[in-house]
């Protein structure tokens, strides 16, 4: 599956698909099939592939259309948001798990930011919770980061079943 992603950039590149890459951008985003990179993060697979599931989504997978990932997600809203920012500092340092912070970020709507994170304006737009947990997801879970999964199937079971049900139904398996 994972030589997919190579010919889709390549074939991005020669103009071949609808997605287009543009690494000489100021910010690092995803809009309307298109992915900017900005100079510093061009080698950065995490970067690129954060990018490339919001791609992945709106062209194929739209989560926020998935009632099962959204209720998963909205549980954690009882969360002890004290307790979950200390049993992160407990397994990883604050400049660590850049995907879980952000995750962490989005499950809080802003309440809890570790190092890395986005504004409380950023998650009051309706998808980008949702869509942003997907993303650091992808990029988690595509790139093996261990230390993060067991954070997360400990702690966020149902996402992470949900998530991974997401992946198996649109044959995206990793």
Excluded: P
């Amino acid at each position: 599956m994972k030589w997919i992603f190579s010919l889709i950039i390549l074939l991005s590149l020669l103009g071949c698909s609808s997605l287009k890459v543009i690494h000489n951008s100021n910010v690092n985003e995803y809009s309307r099939n298109i992915i900017r990179i900005n100079k510093e993060d061009i080698l950065d697979i995490d970067v690129f592939l954060h990018e490339y599931a919001h791609y992945l989504d709106d062209n194929y997978i739209h989560v926020t259309s998935n009632i099962y990932f959204k209720k998963e997600i909205d549980k954690t809203l009882n969360l002890n948001y004290k307790i979950l920012k200390q049993n992160f500092l407990k397994e990883f340092k604050e400049e660590e798990a850049v995907e879980l912070q952000d995750i962490i970020n989005a499950i809080t709507m802003g309440a809890v930011k570790i190092k890395y994170g986005h504004s409380r304006i950023y998650w009051s737009f309706y998808r980008n919770k949702y869509r942003e947990i997907f993303a650091n997801l992808f990029v988690i879970y595509y790139t093996n980061k261990e230390n993060q999964k067991k954070f997360i199937e400990k702690n966020f079971k149902g996402i992470d079943i949900s998530f991974k049900n997401i992946l198996i139904e649109k044959g995206l398996d990793l």
